[in-house]
């Protein structure tokens, strides 16, 4: 339960290998000791990032989750919450894939399709119902800015990025009245595993920075957030170009 001085008690990270969904957990965390439920796909990336957060002295309980499984989602996220409310869930699974492959291939198409888009539906349901039960509680929803326009370089992931943000979006309005707030953070190009490799975009970011701006936004009450803020800006330029010149564009 979140303390009277607004710190939190116990966060579940969604994607529990997400190098940016620990950096949300520890920046959430605030050098304070938490209780961390990270579920994610069983292997060593799990298990070090378990470790890593017990050596800095938190509370941690590992959970089996496959995004590519929904029947299993129920379960895990009862057992999320079986051993007391959760303050804070953040959703940070996600896979990027081969984006020339995503179009032209039917099962990378659909694989890229359940796993960013049909989990994170599917896990955000069940949210729902146990942070409606809370009455109380918040979710992080990690969206990506590839959602706000289709880009030929990547507008399978694009398209299943669109689907999740404007679900939590949707979220947001119907928990309102539990008193569960949803923030739906948007990233831009994140130096992390998932990325490497591939040339950095303009105002590229770690995801230590990315933290730091989606857990003030959360502190605030936000309902969107940028990371960087900046690119709030140059998506409302991007969004209002004429198809013709948007297409000219290095994107």
Known sequence: ?????????????????????LA??????????????LAGRPGPRLDAAGSGLRAAGHDV?????????????P???????????????????GVLGDQE???????AAVRLTQVNFTASVSVGVELARHLSAQGRGGIIA????????????NFVYGATKAGMDDFYTGLRE?????????????????????????????????QDAVARVVVRAWR?????????AVLRLVMVVLRSLPSPLFRRLPV
């Open 1 to 21: 339960m979140i303390d009277a001085v607004g710190n939190v008690q116990r966060v579940l990270l969604l994607g529990g290998t997400s190098e940016i969904g």
């Open 24 to 37: 949300v957990l520890r920046e959430l965390a605030g050098g304070r000791p938490v209780h961390a439920v």
């Open 61 to 73: 309980t590992v959970l089996p989750f496959d995004a590519e499984d929904p029947a299993s989602h």
């Open 75 to 93: 379960q895990v996220l009862e057992r999320a919450f079986a051993d007391g409310d959760v303050d804070v869930a953040v959703v940070a699974f």
């Open 101 to 107: 492959r995503a179009w032209q291939d039917h099962e």
């Open 142 to 153: 990690l969206s990506s800015v590839a959602g706000q326009r289709p880009r030929r370089s």
């Open 174 to 206: 119907a928990l309102r009245p539990a008193g569960v707030s949803v923030l739906v953070a948007r990233p831009g190009f994140v130096r992390t595993r998932m990325t490497e490799g591939l040339p950095a975009a303009p105002l590229a970011v770690d």
């Open 220 to 228: 605030a009450h936000r309902d969107v957030v940028y990371a960087p």
